[in-house]
């Protein structure tokens, strides 16, 4: 699955940094995560030192749903992403998550990317990049994801 990926030699996540590490931690379990505010249950992402609503610094990690659909995207036909070259075409899109008003940007795993539809089912898989990285990768619900 998602070989391609697997054979990228692109920039490495840097796990250091306090404000995602837990977010690259959850992929390495295979589940998505995003911060959830303890005073008022704001889900957000991307992660920030504090919430986005009520400026508070209790925030939390929570898994989150692992499908959504698929709002808009872009085909990719040139890049400068080291290690990404030989994947062009490719798309990019937002996919709204389900359960939640956290919206992601994301590598969108398809054969035929003139047939994406706003609106479509997208569930997540997890590549394996090698050395402890893995990357969410959006499918196509109606291919078998
Ligand atoms: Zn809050």
């Known amino acids: 699955m998602n070989a391609e990926l697997?054979?990228?030699d692109g920039p490495r996540p840097d796990r250091r940094d306090p404000e995602?590490?837990?977010?690259?931690?959850?992929?390495?379990?295979?589940?998505l995560r995003a911060q959830v505010c303890a005073d008022c249950q704001g889900v957000q992402w991307p992660p920030r030192a504090a919430c986005?609503?009520?400026q508070s610094l209790q925030l939390t990690w929570h898994v989150i749903a692992g499908s959504g659909t698929l709002s808009t995207w872009t085909e990719v036909?040139?890049?400068?992403l080291a290690g990404y070259q030989d994947l062009v075409p490719y798309a990019v899109g937002i996919v709204e998550i389900d359960e939640t008003p956290v919206r992601m940007v994301g590598y969108i795993?398809?054969?035929?990317?003139?047939?994406l539809v706003a609106g479509e089912r997208l569930v997540v898989?997890?590549?394996e990049?090698?050395?402890g990285v893995v990357l969410p990768v959006w499918h196509r619900e109606s291919e078998g994801a």
């Open 109 to 115: 795993h398809t054969p035929d990317i003139d047939t």
């Open 52 to 54: 986005v609503k009520c």
């Open 20 to 31: 995602i590490r837990h977010f690259w931690d959850g992929l390495t379990e295979r589940e």
């Open 6 to 8: 697997a054979a990228l």
């Open 129 to 131: 990049r090698g050395e």
């Open 125 to 127: 898989r997890f590549a």
């Open 77 to 80: 036909h040139r890049t400068g």
